[in-house]
C-alpha cells in the first residue's frame, strides 16, 4: 500500500526559481492538504483540498500555489522561492470519522532547501 | 491568541518506565483532538485520537485523556520502549466536519533510556 507519496524528497533552489511539489494518494480520499514544518514547530496548514475541484487557504498560503488536477493527486508551486520558504513539506489527505474530525494521513516530507 | 501547545519539550524516560506527555489547546470549541508520532525522517503517523464527549481512550499501550475543564490533553505511553523514541504532537480539529484544519502543537522529543 502506497498511501501518500510526495515528489521530490529533497530539492535545492536558488532564490526566485520556481517549482512544483507533486502528490498522489491511492486511498480515495477526498480530502487532501499541503502542511510545511520547521524546526522546533508544529505543521503549519499552507493549502488544502476538500474535494476534487476546490481548494482553500490555510495558515500560511503566501508565497504558494496548489492545483487539485484530480481526485488522487494535489501538487503545491513555489513560483518564485525565497529562504523563507526553506523547509520541510508535507502531503496528507484525510477519510471523515464521524461527526467531527477526520483522520490525516502523512507522506513522508519533501526537505527544500532556498539558497 | 489561540493555540495548541505543549509543556516540555523534551522527555526522557527509562525503558519499560511509563511516559506522559502533556498538551494545553486553548479553544473551548474544539471537539476533535489527535495525537501524532514522527520519527527522524518521516512524515506524522496517527497514534491516536478522542472525541470531546469522551474523557479518556486507550489503544494498544496508549491513553490518551481529556480534561476539558482545564483544556488539557495527555498521552501515557506504557512500558516505553525504544522504539517510541521519537517526537509526538497533538494537534486540535477545530472546524466541524471540514477536517484536515489540524492546529499542531510544537511537539515534544521522547527520548527512551536503555
Known amino acids: 500500500n502506497a498511501g501518500v507519496t510526495q515528489t521530490p524528497k529533497f530539492q535545492v533552489l536558488k532564490t526566485g526559481q520556481s517549482m512544483t511539489l507533486q502528490c498522489a494518494q491511492d486511498m480515495n480520499h477526498n480530502s487532501m492538504y499541503w502542511y510545511r514544518q520547521d524546526p522546533g514547530m508544529g505543521l503549519r496548514l499552507i493549502y488544502y483540498?476538500?474535494?476534487?475541484?476546490?481548494?482553500d487557504k490555510g495558515e500560511v498560503p503566501n508565497g504558494y500555489n496548489v492545483s487539485r488536477l484530480n481526485k488522487r493527486e494535489f501538487s503545491l508551486r513555489l513560483e518564485s522561492a525565497a529562504p523563507s520558504q526553506t523547509s520541510v513539506y508535507f502531503c496528507?489527505?484525510?477519510?471523515?470519522?464521524?461527526?467531527?474530525?477526520?483522520?490525516?494521513?502523512f507522506g513522508e516530507g519533501s526537505w527544500l532547501t532556498v539558497v | 491568541g489561540e493555540s495548541v501547545g505543549l509543556h516540555l519539550p523534551t522527555l526522557s524516560v527509562q525503558e519499560g518506565d511509563n511516559s506522559i506527555i502533556n498538551c494545553a489547546y486553548s479553544?473551548?470549541?474544539?471537539?476533535?483532538f489527535i495525537w501524532y508520532k514522527q520519527e527522524s525522517g518521516k512524515g506524522p503517523q496517527f497514534i491516536i485520537d478522542i472525541r470531546s464527549n469522551m474523557d479518556k481512550r486507550q489503544g494498544q499501550r496508549v491513553t490518551v485523556l481529556l480534561n476539558k475543564t482545564v483544556k488539557h490533553l495527555s498521552l501515557q505511553i506504557a512500558a516505553t520502549q525504544p522504539g517510541d523514541s521519537a517526537v509526538y504532537f497533538c494537534?486540535?480539529?477545530?472546524?466541524?466536519?471540514?477536517?484536515?484544519?489540524?492546529?499542531f502543537g510544537q511537539g515534544t522529543e521522547l527520548s527512551v533510556k536503555p
Open positions: 479553544n473551548s470549541a474544539s471537539d476533535y
Open positions: 483540498s476538500a474535494s476534487e475541484g476546490t481548494t
Open positions: 494537534a486540535e480539529n477545530r472546524v466541524r466536519n471540514q477536517g484536515g484544519k489540524l492546529i
Open positions: 496528507a489527505s484525510s477519510t471523515p470519522r464521524g461527526p467531527s474530525g477526520n483522520t490525516i494521513y
